[in-house]
């Protein structure tokens, strides 16, 4: 009986790090289409890529924990939306190589969200 638990558990936590494996490559795929997209949005190398989506990922797990709002741009309405340009915005302050400005972070909040709505898959945490 023991050993069924034992490897119930190992096949969660198994599945638990490859939804994170995963919602960190849809995450990196939307912010690369993103970034193609957005006049003002630059990322320079595939290294920037993946670290601006841990990165992102980190700040939007951190922000459901602390505040129950969710960073995406139609999650929870305008607010969803305006945290979602802020996140992408402080994330070049954490991520050489990624840059964006003010109105590139808006235009990109939009875009993000437009992309992640018809990508497969829940990405939220």
């Known amino acids: 009986?023991?050993?069924?638990v034992n490897s119930k558990s190992k096949e969660g936590s198994k599945s638990t790090v490859w939804q994170i494996l995963g919602r960190l490559a849809t995450a990196a795929i939307v912010l690369a289409i993103t970034a193609f997209f957005t006049p003002?949005?630059?990322i320079n190398s595939f290294w920037a890529l993946a670290l601006a989506a841990v990165v992102l990922t980190l700040i939007d797990y951190l922000i459901v924990k602390f505040t129950g709002l969710h960073a995406t741009p139609?999650?929870?309405?305008?607010v969803g939306f305006i945290l979602s340009a802020v996140v992408l915005y402080v994330t070049q302050y954490f991520v050489a190589g990624y840059a964006v400005s003010w109105m590139a972070a808006?235009?990109?909040?939009?875009?993000?969200g437009v992309v992640d709505y018809f990508l497969p898959g829940n990405q939220t945490m």
């Open 1 to 4: 009986m023991s050993e069924d």
């Open 40 to 42: 003002g949005f630059q």
């Open 74 to 78: 139609f999650g929870k309405g305008f």
């Open 106 to 112: 808006i235009i990109g909040a939009l875009v993000y």
